[in-house]
């Protein structure tokens, strides 16, 4: 079992950034990828970025490519989705989750076992 805590959520202007940090408790020594998902109002959820535990891969939707950069600092637990140059399309709340065994791809939320409560980013033009 995996619990996590988003935090780092707010308002920005566009052109702005904003900095997620996603705390972990639990055991995930099983998870085999942690991703940043999105939800706008009226939206389905979809995948922004994700982090591979075993090789450190990292992968990102088109939308946020060269804007948005995961991390995570093992020895606090916690990952990081920095995001540069919001857009006001940006606007959602924001969750991280882990998965167990990624098998179908890294984007589809069925793949994540363990989610985070989200936390709301709102980006102003």
């Known amino acids: 079992e995996v619990e996590f805590v988003e935090s780092g959520g707010g308002l920005a202007q566009a052109g702005g950034s904003l900095r997620l940090s996603c705390a972990a408790s639990?055991?995930?020594?099983?998870?085999?990828?942690i991703g940043w998902f999105r939800q706008a109002p009226g939206k389905a959820r979809e995948g922004v970025s994700c982090?591979?535990?075993?090789?450190?891969?990292?992968y990102y939707a088109d939308s946020v490519k060269g804007r948005f950069t995961i991390s995570s600092d093992i020895a606090k637990n916690t990952v990081y989705l920095q995001m540069n140059n919001l857009k006001p399309e940006d606007t959602a709340v924001y969750y991280c989750?882990?998965?167990?065994?990624?098998?179908?791809?890294?984007?589809?939320?069925?793949?994540?076992?363990?989610w985070g409560q989200g936390t709301q980013v709102t980006v102003s033009s």
């Open positions: 639990g055991d995930d020594g099983d998870a085999d990828a």
């Open positions: 982090m591979s535990d075993s090789d450190g891969s990292t």
């Open positions: 989750a882990a998965a167990r065994e990624l098998n179908t791809g890294w984007g589809s939320k069925y793949e994540y076992d363990y």
